[in-house]
């Protein structure tokens, strides 16, 4: 059997779980917007607001938070006419092929999940199904659309495992090649922000200290304020990268500057490697107003216009629908489902 050829097509989502962070910006919706600028492939982007509610959302701080989102990613660069930009709820196919997935994806498969362990941990039995069969629903958002490349942080990569798995075990029960054989796109020197307050601990919209994290809601002063008042150690930046091992606080705004820079670490070692953080960090902090002040200013802007942003959003699910629904149709066939 000839292996079919797929359109080339970028999916990926995000939670809309409110408080966004220079985590989520450089370790996610900035690398959509540069796959965008890439060019041949199709780009699809997603707020999964249905990934959300497996555990309680309060329904006014779910709509906030998803128009919050599609806000973010509109901010930092999405074009809603060169990517399609949607929440996942709009889209009712993801939720039809999740109930396929579901009869094909195995407990066995479902109960391995980490993010599993680690969210339900010793309260399983009061944790939602939905929660235990997320990675199914994450696999029909992704082969709705039969997407070539996810873009994923690397505590995602086990779930984008699970979907290779599904897709392989469908085409064979049913003797076919019809879902492919999804690639993860991880890579980047932003794809893991780490706390301004601890270098050991990812940046996080929960940590009680709001200097821990640049919110991508806080102006220019309190961007460069918290910069300068990251931690760090005593010892100025070495010449070489990998001399940083052992040096968390240090490593993490080495990365922040390569990712606001876009440049790899070495490139950004060739630049401040020497200098002490009385230098370093007055001219990171520069940098991350100049990047992300106006992404605050135009997420502002939107956030004050909720009817544009649910406008885009609703083109979008209409675009989405144009591929998603042949695919289920064909899925339904395959299957042997009559509709």
């Known amino acids: 059997m000839t292996e079919p050829r797929f359109t080339p097509r970028v999916f990926s989502g995000i939670q809309p779980s409110g408080g966004l962070t220079l985590g989520n910006y450089l370790g996610a919706i900035k690398r959509f917007a540069d796959m965008q600028e890439a060019g041949g492939h199709q780009t699809i982007y997603c707020m999964v607001d249905m990934h959300a509610i497996t555990v309680w959302q309060d329904p006014a701080a779910l709509t906030r938070n998803t128009r919050e989102l599609a806000a973010g990613y509109l901010a930092a660069g999405i074009d809603p006419e060169r990517s399609i930009l949607f929440n996942q709820s709009r889209v009712p196919e993801h939720a039809q092929l999740a109930w396929i997935f579901n009869c094909v994806a195995r407990m066995g498969w479902m109960g391995r999940m980490t993010q599993w362990k680690d969210k339900a941990g010793k309260n399983a039995e009061n944790a939602s199904l939905g929660l235990f069969a997320y990675p199914a629903l994450m696999a029909a958002d992704i082969l709705v659309y039969h997407a070539t490349h996810v873009p994923v942080g690397e505590d995602q990569k086990q779930h ?57 809601t806080d102006d220019a002063d309190a961007i460069a304020r918290k910069i300068r008042k990251a931690r760090t150690d005593p010892d100025p930046l070495p010449q070489d990268y990998k001399a940083l091992d052992g040096r968390p606080e240090a490593r993490n705004l080495v990365n922040i500057f390569a990712a606001l820079r876009d440049i790899s670490t070495d490139a950004a070692m060739a630049q401040v490697g020497g200098q002490n953080f009385g230098e370093f960090k007055p001219m990171l902090a520069d940098l991350a107003v100049e990047k992300l002040a106006p992404v605050s200013a135009e997420m502002a802007r939107l956030m004050n216009d909720p009817a544009e942003i649910d406008r885009i959003m609703a083109r979008g699910a209409e675009r989405a629908r144009e591929i998603a629904a042949p695919i289920l149709a064909e899925t339904y066939r395959i299957t042997g489902m009559i509709g």
């Not at 085409?171 to 706390?195: A, C, K, L, W």
């Open 160 to 216: 984008l495992e699970l979907t290779r798995d599904i897709a392989a075990k469908f085409n064979h029960d049913y003797g076919v090649e019809f879902f492919p054989m999804t690639e993860p796109v991880i890579e980047g020197t932003g794809t893991r922000v780490m706390s301004l307050r601890d270098g050991t601990r990812k940046m996080s919209k929960s940590d009680p200290s709001d200097a821990s994290r640049i919110n991508l």
